[in-house]
């Protein structure tokens, strides 16, 4: 088999550590400029020198999104910061554009230039295309199927990188302006309002044909490719992506653990339907979204929508961050409600601690709290089970 | 500047039959936006009847070529590549490469309906094809720079309903299935969304393999023509999809005729009494905006 790349998302210093320390081979993330993904707490030059120095010292990658659909205006000073992030030494960029490819070529960057899935690449005699232009690598469409990217994977003169996880365009991704028409902000400049996630009116020759309690929406699931990881392995796809730079932490953590724990029970043909399962199971608890295949098996049909009247629901078990330790009394920052007398557990790099019941919560002032429900609020947890600031602690679910 | 219109129906060859007007077929096995023309024997007979009237032809292959559709793209090329026609259109660089291998000496046009929107993009991509179509998300001032930068290889959008965007789902069906009211959708041109705090009603189409929505608006370049000539636009196109037939045939005129000389009081007359819903796009709307803006 390939050795197989984990790339992991990230929006600031916090979730780039979190993201190695839980498995990611490589990380990526937006500068200041040049970036989609504005809300994304973008990286300054600074931050971008400290995480390349982070996963360098653990042998691993970073790479830098420069996918803007530049207009005239947002050109300045692309120059300087494309030598500014050969200096810092990063491993990649990831380019929209054809100019900054060649561009970073003509500079002489030592770093690799990555096709960004913003141009919808599905063939691999684009990808000779790219390739003759200074392009190493090609973030394939999310609309291709097993099949397609196979056939790829073997035939095209370039690795091929596929995203196996989190939010997913409902259109071809760069192709799409309901952002730009309805709201005045550029998808393809970090701006897209989501448009495609609003409620519509349908109608035919002037006849309303939706319904008002469960009207026309055009919302993706996100994407979940556990069960065709294994395929993808085999179809000679080096770097498994997974999408979420606005996510948090722990959504982080846990999606990087769970395809890290689950390639490599593939890589070292220990897999089994048991952790398959189990691995399922993390992925839900993480999800803000229900979850589909996405293309790799078929078309999506209505069932790979979210529409406003869904059976399903989405569970997080989510508690909050662990924040320092003192002899198992440990700071908490609260991101979800939590009561006493509800089954816990310590997510950490490492393992899942053993499941406790939390017996004593207090706040700030030392008092007691029965119950907690104000996120970002700082609380004291007993915790009597091995965990370390940087942990995470959920509730144990029975799912 | 010339005018390309978009043909999409045998009877639309009459209106268009003019020295000044180049037309586009999209030929119907790799792409979408044709929803009157869906077989290849349509598609060979508006072909052949332009030709016979000795318009000036091009074809447009503009859907995303999936690997295993290049077997068969390569011998339909060649076969498109023996008429008389004038070049191809395309939004996939494959289509480029087959051309290319294929020895193709007429012109080609990489039209990808997004990406290209800088002076750099459009500098770095006319070195491999002989013109481009901008983005349309671009205001009046952006396309003018860009014009200017390039003469005579640079297009643009320039009448009709803009596409908004492209998806490979079957958005219309999988919600029809989901509220059980199963009902035809292949190609047809009179569905319509509202978005739930707007008035205006967006074309939508659901071909085979993909499902577009457009604007409500009809792009109205009548006034800009000028500006858009002295920076030698190479042409702008126009597009009938949606817009009914005496419509389409009086706006195509109009534009053409003020192409050729313009005259601000026949634009003013059209623009009161037509019911086209005539807007300006992006022409002087900037869509920079970020959330923290808005």
């Known amino acids: 088999m390939n050795k197989i790349e984990l790339l992991a998302p990230a929006g600031d210093l916090t979730r780039a550590k979190v993201a190695y320390l839980y498995g990611a081979d490589a990380v990526y993330v937006g500068g200041k400029r040049f970036s989609l993904r504005a809300r994304a707490s973008n990286f300054d030059l600074a931050d971008l020198k400290e995480a390349a120095d982070f996963a360098h010292n653990l042998g691993k990658k970073l790479f830098v999104t420069v996918n803007m659909i530049a207009h005239e205006e947002d050109m300045v000073q692309l120059e300087e910061y494309l030598l500014d992030l050969d200096r810092i030494k990063v491993d990649a960029i990831i380019v929209a554009s054809l100019y900054i490819a060649q561009l970073a070529r003509t500079l002489k960057c030592t770093y690799e230039v ?42 095209s003169q370039l690795p091929t990188e596929v995203f196996i996880h989190g939010g997913m365009c409902t259109n071809f991704s760069g192709r799409c302006t309901l952002s730009n028409d309805m709201t005045l902000r550029d998808a393809n400049r970090g701006g897209c309002a989501q448009s495609c996630r609003w409620t519509y009116e349908l109608t035919k020759e ?17 994407l979940e490719t556990l069960d065709d990881i294994e395929d993808m392995i085999k179809a000679g796809v080096i770097s498994f992506k997974i999408e979420g ?21 593939l890589v070292s043909q220990s897999a089994t339907e048991s952790l398959k399962q189990q691995c399922k199971r993390e992925l839900r608890l993480a999800e803000n979204r229900l979850t589909f295949g996405g293309f790799l098996r078929s078309i999506p049909d209505k069932n790979g929508q979210v529409y406003v009247t869904q059976e399903d629901s989405v569970v997080q078990n989510f508690i909050g961050n662990v924040l320092s330790v003192v002899d198992q009394e440990a700071i908490i920052e609260i991101r979800n409600k939590v009561s006493l007398g509800q089954t816990l557990e310590v997510f950490s790099p490492k393992r899942i601690s053993e499941s406790f019941v939390l017996s004593v919560m207090r706040d700030e002032a ?18 009597p089970v091995d965990v370390h600031p940087g942990d995470f602690i959920r509730r144990k679910d029975d799912l | 500047m010339r005018l390309f219109a978009h043909i999409d129906d045998i009877d639309q060859i009459s209106v268009f039959s003019n020295p000044n007007v180049d037309v586009i077929i999209t030929e119907p096995v790799y792409s979408y936006k044709h929803p009157h023309l869906q077989t290849k024997a349509e598609f060979w007979k508006v072909l052949k009847s332009c030709l016979k009237q000795q318009l000036p032809t091009y074809i447009e292959i503009n859907g995303f070529i999936e690997e295993n559709q290049l077997e068969g793209l390569k011998p339909w090329i060649k076969d498109l590549m023996d008429y008389p026609i004038q070049g191809f259109y395309f939004a996939d660089l494959s289509v480029l490469m087959l051309l290319n291998e294929l020895g193709y000496q007429g012109e080609k046009i990489f039209a990808p309906e997004t990406i290209l929107t800088n002076t750099f993009e459009v500098r770095t991509y006319l070195e491999s094809v002989d013109r481009v179509m901008i983005s349309k998300e671009l205001t009046l001032e952006e396309i003018l720079v860009i014009c200017s930068a390039f003469p005579n290889k640079v297009e643009i959008f320039g009448a009709g309903h803009l596409q908004m965007s492209v998806s490979k789902r079957p958005l219309l069906s999988n919600y029809l299935s989901l509220i059980q009211k199963e009902q035809p959708t292949l190609n047809q041109t009179n569905y319509r969304l509202r ?21 409500q608006g009809i792009l109205n370049p009548l006034e ?44 003013e007359a059209f623009t009161h009494k037509t019911s086209l819903p005539l807007f300006k796009g992006y022409f002087y709307r900037k869509t920079n905006l970020s959330k923290e803006k808005v």
């Open chain 2, 195 to 215: 978005e739930m705090k707007r008035q205006e009603k967006m074309p939508i189409l659901e071909e085979a393999n993909t499902f577009c929505v457009f604007t």
């Open chain 2, 224 to 267: 800009e023509l000028p500006q858009l000539q002295e920076t030698q636009c190479f042409g702008i196109h126009f597009d009938p999809l949606f817009i009914n037939k005496e419509d389409a045939k009086e706006y195509f005129e109009l534009i053409l005729n003020q192409i050729k000389s313009h005259d601000s009081k026949k634009i």
């Open chain 1, 366 to 383: 030392g008092q007691t709290l029965p119950m907690i429900n104000i996120p970002l609020s700082r609380i004291t947890m007993l915790i």
């Open chain 1, 114 to 155: 990555h096709l960004s899935t913003q141009l919808s690449v599905t063939n691999s005699a684009t990808i000779a295309y790219y390739r003759s232009h200074g392009v190493d690598r090609i973030v394939l469409a999310r609309e291709l199927d097993l099949d397609s990217i196979a056939k790829i994977s073997k035939t």
């Open chain 1, 206 to 222: 002037n006849e309303i044909i939706s319904l008002a309690d469960n009207p026309f929406t055009m919302g993706s699931k996100d």
């Open chain 1, 245 to 265: 730079r606005m996510k948090s932490a722990y959504y982080i953590a846990v999606i990087v653990k769970t395809y890290r724990t689950w390639i490599e029970a």
